[in-house]
């Protein structure tokens, strides 16, 4: 279900490219990326990884062209790619060259690595009369020797001045079609550098936290500095870089993106509550087995699995859909409405089955077909389940009397 992106800082206005037919920057949707693994020549095995990628979510793919073979790869993978390749490129302007000639709808020049100024406005040139835009890629790790000496290493203002001086390379052959990045694998080395680049230049920027490392850290280090500067209002387009399969890569920043309201919600957002003592159920194993039986189903709906119903349909009154646990039974709500009681056994299913409605049928429709005498239910339970455990679980005002006590006895002894 739509609902109104959550508000973050207005994003900084940058001038627009076109990656292929994907816009970035100048307003358009912050795109997600990811890089195929695979040996570009490999086609059939690298188109498989880049469908994987587009299905979970990528707007573009970026291959290695490291060599002739590579370029050739692209050049049979272009025309049958559902999405924009871009060819990434280290030490050899003969395979910006090449990938070009494949077709390519984007390039990556590293400036640290491709480092001749011929070279590089050669390839800027030939972009140009393409028509392709490029990416420069700085790196802290493999910032230009020069710069590092100058600036006493990789520091945020070294970074920008590599992507500066790569720029004014390209704008002496009149070529402005490009995106800048400026990755470290220090988050804050990233955010600042990130934050001098949008203050220095109006070109898209690429954001990505380079050589993050596994999961979890990997995705906490990727959030920590993509989401900070897209709060900001900063980036265009995103790449997590994990050690991980690269779908896991496309997932996260599809994530990351919807969590912030810079992109519709193209499947499940699953909320649950942490679980405490007055859970009824293993609150961890039926959020795990609606999220198993939904996640594959692609259902645009936010989804709550809560504890108990004596706080869990009120708390999560926002998602679409939920199901609070009581009295052995599962108490189905559709925006914090109960509509329907099942066996608690019964639970996930009636989720899943209530939740494939919901969204043929709309949500006004399955308010209005709630089982009679649904809330009544919920009510009786919620109240029981109180009188058990009483409105105030900890006893507070004993415990406050008895506190009072213990002070008043500690100060009249002193
Ligand atoms: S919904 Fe219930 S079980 Fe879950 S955290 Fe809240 S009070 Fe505890």
Redesign the pocket.
Known sequence: MARPPVPTSARRPTRQIHVGSVAVGGGAPVSVQSMTTTKTADVEGTLAQIYALANAGADLVRCTCNEEEAAVGLAHMVPRSPVPLIADIHFHQRMALAALEAGVAGLRLNPGNLRKEAEIKQVAQEAKDRGVPIRIGVNAGSLHPKLYERFGGATPEALVESARLELAYFEEVGFEDVKISVKASSVPLMIEAYRLASATFDHPLHLGVTEAGPPPAGLVKGTAGIGTLLAEGIGDTIRYSLTADPVEEVRAGRQLLEALGLRERRGLDLIA????G??EID?IGVARAAQEALESRQLPIQVAV???V???PG?AREADIGI?AGRRKGHLFIKGRIVRVVPEEAMVDALVEEAERLVAEGIEARLAAADDGAEAEAEADRRLLLEDRGADANDSRTRVELIHRRVGEDAGAS
Do not use: F, K, Q, W
């Not at 509550?273 to 405490?276: A, D, E, F, K, R």
């Open positions: 509550c942490p679980s405490c007055r859970a609150v809560m504890g108990c004596v706080n869990g708390e609070a």
